[in-house]
């Protein structure tokens, strides 16, 4: 039986860059995708003794990110709304240019909302289905199907329609962070 230092090691020495990747096709975001893997790794790991089984730790990860995330949209939400009594609607910056005529599927993925983008990640990349994301989001299920049908239609305006009439076309798309996948 592993400790649970040997088991932070081997996540973080042979698992990161699959998490930092899981975690930017929640984010849509390089730089907080890294941010919230290593927030998720800690809080993972700070309690030390009971996450001994690496399939275990690197699953409550993945799920920790997803929470995490919505969490940090929540927060910037709630910041926006109380910065937009001060500020002016003139100030905002303007999305023109924003779509690309043949975006690819992190494009795709950026114009979904944090949570949309949670449930199509579990699942299409983590083939969860919607009663399991329902569970790890704590979503009624059509709640959950509700932000899957949203996505679909969202994403018909960014991939070819076939991509999005057979969602496993998503998954295949590979991400490589770092030079590896």
Known sequence: ??????????????????????AYLVTGSLSEAEDITQEAIVRTFVRGQSRTDLDFAEAYIRKTIVNEAIN??????????????????????????????????????????????????????????VPQIAGALRLAEGTVKRYLFNAA????GYLDDEAVDDPGELASVSLTYGGRS
């Open 1 to 22: 039986m592993q400790s649970w230092s040997d088991v932070m090691e081997v996540v973080v020495r042979e698992r990161r860059a699959a998490l930092v990747g899981y």
């Open 72 to 129: 940090r949209t929540r927060h910037r939400r709630l910041a926006l709304s109380r910065r937009t009594q001060v500020a002016r609607p003139e100030s905002a910056p303007g999305h023109d240019g924003w779509v690309a005529e043949h975006a690819d599927i992190a494009e795709a993925l950026a114009a979904l909302s944090t949570q949309e983008r949670a449930c199509v990640v579990l699942r299409y990349f983590e083939d969860m289905t």
């Open 153 to 156: 239609d969202k994403l018909r």
